[in-house]
């Protein structure tokens, strides 16, 4: 191809009913996106190697997207079945564990690519921050920031993460 642009073209799938069409469409990959585990079929940890699966079949990349809780309901009050507690962060840890194993079972087939998304740095609306959190209030809402833990928890744990997967010794 000679071209003056290229790019990766990545989008979000909701269902593996989704995957097939991304291929057809020239898509190079999809991600997962939502930080609530359930809330989307391809948003399920448990379902991760599966799509991995299907992704290698069609030449596709998956990339696993972590999230460290999920809260949306002050912004949407009827979705309080997806509310997911950080639990001091381990709920993160556990997001993280299944990314990296799905990548690491990828990584053992032949796929060398190693993205993991992040949801998110900034998204108060739906609590799935990890910037750095100070104690806040209005007059009508008090934020949730990473108490007892310091300001900066959240990007401690992406930052272990990150060297864990740096320094492993797997074929990534």
């Known amino acids: 191809?000679?071209?003056?642009?290229?790019?990766?073209?990545?989008?979000?799938?909701l269902n593996e009913a989704d995957v097939p069409a991304l291929a057809a469409g020239h898509f190079d990959?999809?991600?997962?996106y939502f930080a609530a585990t359930g809330f989307t079929r391809v948003a399920t940890p448990a379902a991760w190697p599966a799509l991995q699966q299907t992704a290698q079949q069609l030449g596709?990349?998956?990339i696993p997207c972590v999230g460290p809780g999920y809260d949306d309901t002050r912004i949407r009050p009827w979705n309080s079945e997806n509310l997911r507690p950080r639990n001091g962060g381990r709920y993160y840890d556990e997001m993280f564990r299944a990314a990296v194993a799905t990548l690491q079972s990828a990584a053992a087939s032949g796929d060398s690519t190693v993205i993991i998304?992040?949801?998110?740095?900034?998204?108060?609306?739906?609590?799935?921050?990890?910037?750095?959190?100070?104690?806040y209030s209005t007059a009508s809402h008090t934020y949730a920031d990473y108490s007892p833990e310091?300001?900066?928890?959240?990007?401690q744990l992406t930052r272990k993460w990150?060297?864990?997967?740096?320094?492993?010794?797997s074929d990534f």
Not at 1 to 13: H, K, P, S, V
Not at 127 to 132: D, L, N, W, Y
């Open 117 to 135: 998304g992040l949801t998110s740095w900034n998204e108060w609306g739906e609590g799935t921050q990890i910037e750095p959190a100070q104690p």
């Open 150 to 155: 310091a300001p900066d928890f959240y990007l």
């Open 1 to 13: 191809i000679n071209a003056e642009y290229m790019g990766d073209f990545i989008a979000l799938a």
């Open 60 to 62: 596709l990349r998956f």
């Open 29 to 32: 990959g999809f991600y997962s």
């Open 162 to 169: 990150a060297l864990l997967l740096a320094n492993s010794t």
